[in-house]
T-cell receptor
Framework: DSGVTQTPKHLITATGQRVTLRCSPRSGDLSVYWYQQSLDQGLQFLIQYYNGEERAKGNILERFSAQQFPDLHSELNLSSLELGDSALYFC??????????????FGEGSWLTVV | KNQVEQSPQSLIILEGKNCTLQCNYTVSPFSNLRWYKQDTGRGPVSLTIMTFSENTKSNGRYTATLDADTKQSSLHITASQLSDSASYICVVTPAEYGNKLVFGAGTILRVKS
């Protein structure tokens, strides 16, 4: 158990809908990262938050947004969903502002299926 | 462009045998290189993390090596077990400000009895 908790574990929704994925980082970790992993593809970095502030942005679509709350949990909002958004979405956390030198712990992921 | 390439793409070995997975990267300068194990449908789990000044790091039956001059890393698995069947991902952290992890596509290892 990495200590990173993601909910829901599985989600099936229709095209055009909006979903929210939730992540609780490891106790004491200030950074939260979101990644997307499509079938048979590598992990794609979406966005990072550090202590409530956006720290780094990757290939995140404009239809997607995220935030980190004062209690450090984070949410990833996906809207106007398309079939191609079906993927495994991972949250990861680490104690520091950047990934250098620290182990980054991944949650078990949220499986999103868009039908 | 920062890239991480892994080989082979997939590998099948017999239980008890050793194997070595390769990782070549173009990320420079970099601050560290990590190996993760990802079981199908699960989150990646960290195996090793090495700074640019380290040459080798072990974690049980897993040994990672790093040659910063040739920009190559390898992950050696000794006495493989069925539970080693997974995807192994090489990840490099650039040293630049605002650094973002650069992920390899992974090597899919299958250990069969």
């Amino acid at each position: 158990d990495s200590g990173v908790t993601q909910t829901p574990k599985h989600l099936i929704t229709a095209t055009g809908q909006r979903v929210t994925l939730r992540c609780s980082p490891r106790s004491g970790d200030l950074s939260v990262y979101w990644y997307q992993q499509s079938l048979d593809q590598g992990l794609q970095f979406l966005i990072q938050y550090y202590n409530g502030e956006e720290r780094a942005k990757g290939n995140i679509l404009e239809r997607f947004s995220a935030q980190q709350f004062p209690d450090l949990h984070s949410e990833l909002n996906l809207s106007s969903l398309e079939l191609g958004d079906s993927a495994l979405y991972f949250c990861a956390s680490s104690p520091s502002r950047g990934p250098s030198g620290n182990t980054i712990y991944f949650g078990e992921g949220s499986w999103l299926t868009v039908v | 462009k920062n890239q991480v390439e892994q080989s082979p793409q997939s590998l099948i070995i017999l239980e008890g045998k050793n194997c070595t997975l390769q990782c070549n990267y173009t990320v420079s300068p970099f601050s560290n290189l990590r190996w993760y194990k990802q079981d199908t449908g699960r989150g990646p789990v960290s195996l090793t993390i090495m700074t640019f000044s380290e040459n080798t790091k072990s974690n049980g039956r897993y040994t990672a090596t790093l040659d910063a001059d040739t920009k190559q890393s390898s992950l050696h698995i000794t006495a493989s077990q069925l539970s080693d069947s997974a995807s192994y991902i090489c990840v490099v952290t650039p040293a630049e400000y605002g650094n973002k992890l650069v992920f390899g596509a992974g090597t899919i290892l299958r250990v069969k009895s």
